[in-house]
């Protein structure tokens, strides 16, 4: 008596609220990868150095001490520490403009120039989020214009997090639906990262995202450790 | 039958789980989600386990705390308690590092040992507060002398 009224209450309940649950859960979608012509990275390829560098053992290290001195465009959302600002770069145009870092945890009150369409035409537009590697990760980080998303818990985006990425918990960010929409209105591409390995944050963010409308989702499964290992930039502080 | 001390177990663990309840129900999406996270059900059934799962807790800790069908309602938290159990067990044994759901968004803990013997507390609860029936105590057996009917 107690499971069957228990069953009925919940099942009538969840068909008035206003966005019931689905009786059956969409299964998570199967992840095309990108193609991998878009993770040649040119600037790599015209330096016959660092190919060589890349065939040693000590890639990694060697990588490291690149990326460390590299000069590195800083992605939209990133925060120049010096003048507490945030950094916007538009891919087609060298000039940087700048906005008070009080407005970047809303995303409708920063003002950057929309790029053109031209601007993402190595990212196939989707229903489903496309899997990015790391490379290509990187490749669009420098770039800029692009929107990084950590669905990782704040504590752990507190800890370290790519340079200039937003916290988006998928715990908290799924069920908001006036964030997704407003997510779903920017044009610029999205790349959605957790912890790697079996987190699935990431991918159940980027999921929610296309759902919602938003046809430029990627998803960099490798998540936080391997951009950690590979010595790219990372920044620490609360969610932003 | 109020005054029954094992009442007492019975009352804290019928608030309890309607606190649970409640958290789980105020946010239903993030409750399916945690689900989900524990791999334990097909994904076919998750949704509609995490819409029901609430309000049966409901019904029973309300059944509980106003000392009706004492016996079902432990029972069913009983058993749910030991469910949860085996869940916390296997999210352990898998290394998940996963929010245990188990008071809604309010307990965003990871689960870990906390949990774990903190399921067993409310377990505890639930066996002490399970009506147990009394034991028949038997009188020593009389021998009755047959009498011999009357002619």
């Known amino acids: ?240 | 039958m109020i005054g029954d001390w094992r009442y007492l177990f019975r009352f804290a663990l019928g608030v309890l789980f309607i606190w649970a309840a409640l958290g789980k129900i105020a946010d239903l999406n993030h409750f399916a989600y945690d689900v989900h996270n524990f791999h334990l059900l097909p994904r076919a059934v998750e949704n509609v386990f995490a819409m029901v799962l609430p309000w049966i807790e409901l019904v029973a800790g309300l059944l509980l705390i106003l000392n009706v069908a004492p016996r079902s309602g432990t029972m069913v938290l009983g058993g749910l308690l030991v469910i949860f159990l085996f869940a916390i067990v296997s999210a352990l044994v898998r290394n998940l590092d996963i929010a245990c759901g188990c008071f809604g968004t309010k307990d965003a803990g990871v689960t870990g040992l906390i949990t774990l013997f903190r399921d067993i507390g409310f377990l505890a609860l639930a066996v002490l507060g399970y009506p147990w029936r009394n034991p028949v105590i038997l009188a020593e057996p009389v021998q009755i002398e047959a009498e011999s009917p009357p002619l």
């Open chain 1, 1 to 240: 008596m107690i499971l069957a009224t228990g069953i009925g209450l919940g099942l009538g309940y969840n068909a008035l609220r206003p966005q019931p649950l689905p009786w059956v859960a969409k299964p998570l979608p199967q992840m095309r990868a990108l193609e991998d012509s878009t993770a040649a990275d040119s600037s790599s390829l015209e330096n016959p150095q660092i190919i060589e560098l890349s065939k040693d053992s000590t890639s990694t290290r060697v990588e490291r001490q690149r990326y460390d001195t590299m000069p590195v465009q800083p992605p939209v959302g990133a925060i120049d520490s010096s003048t507490h600002s945030v950094t916007q770069v538009a891919p087609s145009s060298p000039e940087t403009t700048t906005v008070p870092a009080t407005h970047l945890a809303d995303t409708s009150t920063v003002k950057s120039t929309p790029p053109a369409q031209s601007a993402y035409s190595d990212i196939p537009e989707s229903e489903d989020p496309i899997k990015v590697s790391l490379a290509q990760t990187k490749k669009f980080f420098d770039r800029g214009n692009v929107v990084i998303l950590d669905a990782r818990d704040p504590e752990e985006y507190a800890e370290g997090h790519i340079q200039g990425a937003l916290s988006a918990p998928t715990d908290s960010k799924m069920g908001d639906i006036e964030w997704l929409q407003k997510m779903a209105q920017d044009p610029r591409p999205i790349i959605c990262y957790c912890s790697g390995g079996d987190c699935e944050l990431s991918i159940e963010l980027a999921t929610e995202l296309t759902r919602t409308g938003h046809r430029r989702v990627l998803v960099f499964e490798e998540g936080f450790p391997a951009w950690q290992s590979s010595g790219y930039p990372v920044q620490e502080g609360s969610a932003p």
